[in-house]
C-alpha cells in the first residue's frame, strides 16, 4: 500500500508552488524586475530638471502627483494631443515604459528623452513615487 503523508506534497507540486513563488516575486519587485533607490533616484532626477521639476511645469509638466494620474492632465500645460488623448494612467509599470522609450508608447509626443538602464528607471520612479505627492 502506497501511503502518502499530507505534509509531503508530490514532487510537481513542489516545483508548481515554487515557479509560483518567484514570479509572485518578480511582480512584487516592480518595474523590470528592479527595486527603486528612491535617494538614488533623486540624484538622477536632476538630469529631468532642465525639462521638468517637481512642482512647476516647464518644457515639460510637473510631476508632483505623477503617480497614479492620467497622462495629459497637468492643468497649464500643452501637452501633444496623443499624449493628452491616450488614456494613460501613469503606474509605476507605464513609468517605466514610458522611460524606456516614451516615442514607442506615443509616438507624436514631445518627450524624447529615454532612460535605458532598468535600475536608474526604477530609482527615478521611486524618488517621484516618495516625492511628488
Not at 509638466?61 to 494620474?69: D, I, T, W
Not at 493628452?84 to 513609468?95: H, M, P, Y
Request: proline residues 5%.
Amino acid at each position: 500500500m502506497n501511503v502518502r503523508s499530507s505534509s509531503v506534497l508530490p514532487r510537481s507540486t513542489t516545483s508548481l508552488a515554487l515557479a509560483a513563488i518567484t514570479i509572485a516575486l518578480l511582480c512584487a519587485a516592480g518595474p523590470a524586475g528592479a527595486t527603486g533607490n528612491a535617494a538614488r533616484g533623486q540624484m538622477l532626477y536632476k538630469g529631468c530638471a532642465d525639462c521638468h521639476s517637481i512642482n512647476e511645469n516647464g518644457v515639460g509638466p510637473m510631476h508632483k502627483g505623477v503617480v497614479g494620474r492620467k497622462a495629459g492632465s497637468v492643468a497649464g500645460y500643452d501637452y501633444s494631443p496623443d499624449l493628452k488623448n491616450s488614456g494613460i494612467v501613469w503606474t509605476e509599470e507605464n513609468l517605466d515604459k514610458w522611460l524606456t522609450g516614451p516615442q514607442a508608447m506615443v509616438p507624436e509626443t514631445k518627450m524624447f528623452f529615454d532612460v535605458p538602464d532598468a535600475q536608474d528607471r526604477a530609482d527615478i520612479i521611486a524618488y517621484l513615487k516618495e516625492k511628488a505627492r
